[in-house]
């Protein structure tokens, strides 16, 4: 009897504890249902509409998916480069900023100017950035090509050659490493030191204490870096666009319109040719199909990457 009598109370101690913890999680659900739930559901609206942002939209079934994946000439260069960009320069930026913070953790004496040094590019405007290092690299009148030429290398076209255009953004994305450096420095710092006092007992040299000591502490940071890393090159956007207007020399005023890629659209990423057909052609459903073509490969790169055994993480993480 009891029971019964209290099955009301209970119940209404359990309504408040819901509402509670509702009221806790409302911001993040508000944020998400506005930042990502909504803006995916539109996208995947739109992507069967004929929508010029002018008139209303009108239905066109598969139309905007066709064109898409079998009548833009553009979507395989934009997807090539994407990927491209996405292996190359995910993977270099892992290596460098781990290699550079490995560097500084042992570093005895100035640890705070080598950190101020590899750090401060990071802090660098993207934009202000990439016209600062297509200055340097301009075949022409740019400084590092003078220097190569007076000790004998033949310096290439940089931003100017399709070949080396991807290539230097990879190389303007290493000399912003900063971020990782951080990151990885503040992994290796936390690599509890009995472990390596223990291996130097057993005997072990430098490479062995990083494959077995420091690797298994870090692989969490190092797949943090990948992860965000892909998606962050996944939206690469700026630079690219920045780096192909700079070098191809066409004065860019009020309502002028640059098609991107320049030169020869080795430069040409998904997010530009999304820009361009959303924001230029007013093309705004083909656009939405680029964006979930985009979205679906970093979900499943991202999944792939985070699945254990298969991806990075061990099966005892």
């Not at 066109?60 to 009548?71: C, D, K, M, S, T």
């Not at 936390?190 to 223990?198: G, H, L, W």
């Not at 990423?269 to 490969?297: D, E, H, K, R, W």
Request: hydrophobic fraction near 50%; charge should be positive.
């Amino acid at each position: 009897m009891a029971t019964l009598t209290n099955a009301p109370a209970l119940r209404r101690k359990a309504r408040r504890e819901r509402l509670r913890t509702l009221g806790f999680l409302s911001p993040w659900l508000v944020g998400f249902t506005v930042f990502f739930g909504y803006p995916l559901i539109a996208t995947v609206y739109f992507s069967f509409m004929h929508y010029n942002q002018i008139k209303a939209p009108t239905f066109v079934g598969l139309r905007n998916w066709r064109y898409v994946l079998e009548q833009m000439p553009l979507f395989g260069p934009a997807l090539w480069n994407t990927l491209w960009l996405v292996v190359v320069m995910v993977a270099l930026r892992v290596v460098f900023g781990l290699g550079i913070g490995l560097l500084v953790t042992k570093v005895k004496s100035g640890v705070g100017f080598f950190r101020t040094a590899f750090y401060l590019p990071y802090l660098a405007p993207p934009v202000a950035a990439t016209v600062a290092f297509v200055f340097l690299l301009n075949p022409g009148t740019g400084p590092v090509n003078d220097i190569l030429g007076s000790i004998g290398i033949h310096a290439p076209n940089w931003f100017n050659d399709p070949a080396w255009a991807k290539p230097s953004l990879v190389l303007l994305s290493l000399w912003g490493i900063g971020d990782l450096m951080v990151i990885f420095m503040a992994a290796l710092l936390d690599v509890p030191k009995e472990q390596y006092e223990a291996a130097d007992l057993d005997g072990a040299g430098a490479f062995h204490k990083f494959r077995y000591v420091t690797w298994p502490s870090i692989t969490p940071i190092v797949m943090f870096a990948v992860v965000t890393g892909v998606v962050q090159t996944m939206q690469y956007y700026t630079q690219a666009l920045v780096a192909g207007k700079l070098a191809s020399g066409v004065s860019v005023g009020p309502g002028s319109v640059i098609q991107p890629g320049y030169p020869d659209h080795s430069t040409l990423t998904v997010p530009q040719l999304v820009y361009s057909l959303g924001f230029q052609n007013f093309n705004t459903g083909a656009a939405c199909v680029l964006s979930l073509v985009l979205f679906a490969i970093a979900m499943a790169v991202t999944t792939l990457l985070m699945r254990k055994r298969t991806g990075l993480l061990s099966a005892d993480d």
